[in-house]
């Protein structure tokens, strides 16, 4: 990438921090503009330290895929809830408490948006990164949220162009 393409992605990325950042303040002041004097500081200084922090890296984004992985996001939600539901008025709890590791080639944005994907799957959580993946603690049997996680996985590959691994060890 050349020097002015370069200085162009990170001030895109500067300004979509910003913005970001912005609308979060915005929704946790409920508008209050007399709260803008910190917020804006607050908001620029967030955004540089970000960018220091996590410096912007391009991402081959398939629109087609994206739109696809959030209609499975909302597929899922419901199916989550509808499953929490059911566990919730439930007399008898199944729950089995497991630890797994799943393993998985993504990194940075891919893998944030995997962990933070993961909490629409019923009882699933993500501990901690680890080497070549993450560790995620289940209420459910590893044989039924191992095809999630893969199918979940598959979904993130596509839309960021990245080829998905299907390595699970305990």
Known sequence: MNYFAARLHLLYAFFLRNATAGAVWWI???G??????VGLTSVLFCSVLSLYIYPPKSHNINVVAMIKFMGYFLFASVVAGIDIAKKTV????????VMIEFNTPFQGLPLW????????LPGTLSISTTKHG????CLDTEEKIIPELIR??????C???LQPSNRVSK
């Open 113 to 120: 948006v995997f962990m933070i994907s993961m909490s629409l």
């Open 32 to 37: 209050d503009l007399s709260s803008w004097p």
């Open 28 to 30: 946790l002041t409920e």
């Open 134 to 137: 993450l560790k995620i603690h």
């Open 152 to 157: 979940l996985e598959t979904y993130i590959a």
């Open 90 to 97: 439930s007399k008898q709890l199944t729950i089995r408490s």
């Open 159 to 161: 839309m960021f162009s």
